[in-house]
T-cell receptor, first 115, second 109 residues
């Protein structure tokens, strides 16, 4: 299994508070992704990174920001959490990014509830 | 717009064969992936197709027809542990994965 961890695994927070989720990998993979998964929807890409300090927006980036200061860590921040951001958040990594056929490996997920 | 369609839920019997279909309309095509996701867990990679035809991997096979925008995942000799959601995803022209909502497969003894 790819070495990917996410923290925290579960979090309950109040509307309007900032929240940061962490993804840590030990595989030295270049590409990292943040997705959210909601019932009735497919996985939706929030942001992705193609290297240290290199990030780009995905399909549902509004209300989220990311940072990658080291190869192994990719942080997702909800600037001011809203109830619509209650979801399960998955981090994923891939060996060679979009331009190769390599699959994405997923972390265990973070279940976030915004009350 | 981009769209991936797959059935919401399917039921099959232990030991039988089941086929899960996926149709897609995307801006460009750079491959189709199938993932398995058990309840409460992360998705795990099953297969990747970029050329037309059938790819076999043990009890699981995946088929692709690019001209029809169609794929299927075939599971043989079903086991109870195959009860899971199966996710279809297409890599578009921007090399981003577009995901279907998943098919929940229920296996009955």
């Amino acid at each position: 299994d790819a070495g990917i961890t996410q923290s925290p695994r579960h979090k309950v927070t109040e509307t309007g508070t900032p929240v940061t989720l962490r993804c840590h990998q030990t595989e030295n993979h270049r590409y990292m992704y943040w997705y959210r998964q909601d019932p009735g929807h497919g996985l939706r890409l929030i942001h992705y990174s193609y290297g240290v300090k290199d990030t780009d927006k995905g399909e549902v980036s509004d209300g989220y920001s990311v940072s990658r200061s080291k190869t192994e860590d990719f942080l997702l921040t909800l600037e001011s959490a809203t109830s619509s951001q209650t979801s399960v958040y998955f981090c994923a990594i891939s060996e060679s990014g979009f331009r190769r056929s390599y699959e994405q490996y997923f972390g265990p997920g973070t279940r976030l509830t915004v009350t | 717009g981009q769209n991936i369609d797959q059935p919401t839920e399917m039921t099959a019997t232990e030991g039988a064969i089941v086929q899960i279909n996926c149709t897609y309309q995307t801006s460009g095509f750079n491959g189709l992936f199938w993932y398995q996701q058990h309840a409460g867990e992360a998705p795990t990679f099953l297969s990747y197709n970029v050329l037309d035809g059938l790819e076999e991997k043990g009890r699981f096979s995946s088929f692709l027809s690019r001209s029809k925008g169609y794929s299927y995942l075939l599971l043989k000799e079903l086991q109870m542990k195959d009860s899971a959601s199966y996710l279809c995803a297409v890599m578009d022209s921007n090399y981003q994965l577009i995901w279907g909502a998943g098919t929940k497969l229920i296996i009955k003894p």
